[in-house]
């Protein structure tokens, strides 16, 4: 019981240091979104599979939930970094692991996650902030845990929106980067004001970070 509850106060932990002081190891200096946190003792080559669990939904937007959750299957599963599985809230699977994304588990938890869902981490979070108008706003709180150990991976928090200078930015580098050439304006614009497109490059922005 000892050894339990010290993994579940270690996740704690690396969770507050994330949140109260933004630690950001591993980043590249010259990013000035630095919104995530990679833990320096561990890597990713050790987790063959992830599930990622459909997002907890903060806003006043039910069909957001699927439809980010939905981009960020796609979007990592394109870097190629893990095998994925994907457990939507609609699924008894969804409902049977309870799979609180702000809720600290037991070795015996995690290792039932890991049995049933045929993984080695997970994925999981909260959309904390939608709002299609009057500027596109997406907040996102997503956390990867290793069920094998129980620690904490990698962490996200950050809040978009298009109307913040440092995300118009970041949409001309993504434009630049998924496009392969300079973005036009016309594309910056329909990347802001889309709900489709918006979600798009956020999920993007997380994917790059593991």
């Known amino acids: 019981m000892k050894k339990l509850k010290s993994i579940s106060i270690f996740v704690c932990v690396f969770c507050y240091c994330f949140i109260t002081t933004g630690c950001n190891r591993n980043l590249n200096e010259a990013d000035s979104a630095k919104f995530y946190y990679l833990n320096p003792n561990k890597s990713h080559s050790n987790i063959g599979r992830i599930a990622i669990v459909e997002l907890q939904n ?43 994304p702000d809720t600290t588990y037991s070795l ?31 907040g996102l709180r997503l956390r990867l845990i290793d069920l ?10 950050q809040v978009w929106s298009s109307s913040d200078k440092t995300t118009e930015k970041k949409i001309k580098k993504y434009l630049k980067e998924t496009k392969g050439s300079s973005a036009e304006s016309a594309n910056e614009r329909i990347t802001a004001i889309s709900p489709l497109e918006f979600i798009r490059f956020v999920s993007y922005e997380v994917a790059q970070t593991l």
């Not at 699927?66 to 095998?83: C, M, P, S, W």
């Not at 015996?108 to 939608?130: F, H, N, P, R, W």
Request: charged share 20%; with cysteine.
């Open 58 to 100: 903060d806003s006043s937007y039910p069909q957001i939930s699927n439809d980010i959750t939905e981009a960020l299957f796609q979007t990592i599963q394109k870097r190629q970094v893990f095998g994925l599985t994907i457990v939507r809230q609609r699924e008894p699977l969804w409902k049977s692991l309870q799979l609180e």
């Open 108 to 138: 015996e938890q995690m290792a039932s996650v890991s049995q049933t869902l045929k993984c080695d981490g997970v994925l999981i979070g909260t959309i904390t902030e939608y709002k299609p108008y009057p500027h596109m706003t997406i």
């Open 148 to 157: 094998t150990e129980g620690e904490l991976l990698w962490a996200v928090e």
